[in-house]
Structure formats: C-alpha cells, structure tokens
C-alpha cells in the first residue's frame, strides 16, 4: 500500500476494507477534484465469440518501459471487462481531438452491439488482439492482458504491448472538468 493511500483524506481517513464507502456526495466531490487532471480519451476494445466491443475510457496510462506495457481501467459491471479478460487481449486507440462524436458514441450503452456499433467509423484489426482499432486516432496499442487487479468498482488490465503504431501528429482529444476538449 502506498503511503498517499493509507494517508488521510480532507475528509477523514480512507475506508479499510469492510467500510462503507464514500456517499453520493463524496463521490460527486471526489469527481470534481479528480476531474482537475486533463486526461486523453481511448477507445478500448476486445473481441469476443468474433464480434468486436469497444467504450470510451479516459483512465489509460503507461505502465513500463521494459516491457512496454500499459494499463487501462474498466468498471467491473463493463461488457468489455469480460471480453478483455476472457480473450486475453485488447487493443486501445487514443482519439483524435476530431472525434469527439467518437467518444460519445463508444461512452453510449445504447448504441449497436458488436460490429453494427463501429458501422460507419474506419477501423482495422489489430494483430494481436485481433480487436478494432480506430484509424483515425492518433495513436493505437495492441496488447495481450498481463494481469488484472481489483480497484474498487473497477478493474486495472494491465497489458502488454505486443505492437503500437502513431496513427496521426494531431492533437489529441482531451477530457477534463467534465467536458470533451481538444489538445494543443
């Protein structure tokens, strides 16, 4: 456990396993603060009984150097999650600051199942994971899973990257204080 987790919050100590967690209000809180921190925004996908599946998430980041690896966070109630963990792979594409319609669309649990969900989006199949890649991101990761840790409501995949490409030189899509914003 690192020192900032066992550490207290504003609030009083974080809860120890058997607590209750934080209240609605506290989550909204804990939201607004993290949501200070501009991230990039990805599509994660996996491909499952041959059909591909992809959302929209924002919590990606590098892992390793040697070996190249990256993880990724997905809520433990995701489709995805399952896919990813029972086909030991995953491709990740960081979008573009034009795709904002992309990430609304993969962030939408109402939007087509399987391949009618990336119909009129181009995309290739990544080699390893043989999972989508949105080919107008500007940059994209083909990983097999190396592990995956319990994090509360969601679960780190922690993967190795088989092959990475830069898809574009522009500017990447942001998120931040909630809303969708490019890069520089």
């Known amino acids: 456990m690192s020192a900032m ?7 009083g100590p974080a809860p120890s396993a058997g607590t209750a967690g934080p209240d609605a209000a506290e989550r909204r ?4 603060a993290a949501g200070r921190f501009p991230t990039g925004v990805t599509v994660v996908t996996a491909t499952a009984d041959g059909q591909p599946h992809g959302t ?5 980041s590098t892992a390793s150097m040697d070996p190249l690896m990256i993880l990724v966070a997905l809520g433990n109630d995701s489709r995805l999650r399952e896919h990813a963990l029972h086909s ?3 491709a990740v594409t960081v979008l573009a600051a034009h795709q904002e319609a992309d990430a609304r669309h993969f962030a939408d649990p109402a ?6 969900g990336f119909a009129g989006r181009p995309w290739r199949t990544a080699g390893h994971a043989r999972s989508p890649v ?12 190396a592990a995956a840790f319990p994090a509360g409501d969601h679960t780190v995949l922690l993967g190795r990257v088989e092959r990475f490409d830069v898809l ?10 909630s ?3 490019p890069g520089p």
């Open 56 to 60: 929209t998430v924002n919590a990606f």
């Open 134 to 145: 949105l080919t107008e991101g500007v940059a994209a990761f083909d990983c097999s899973l």
């Open 29 to 32: 809180r804990f939201r607004r």
């Open 168 to 177: 574009s030189d522009g500017p990447p899509l942001l998120f931040a204080d």
């Open 111 to 116: 939007r087509p199942p399987g391949a009618a």
């Open 179 to 181: 809303r969708l914003l």
């Open 88 to 90: 030991g792979s995953f």
């Open 5 to 11: 987790a066992a550490s207290p919050t504003a609030t």
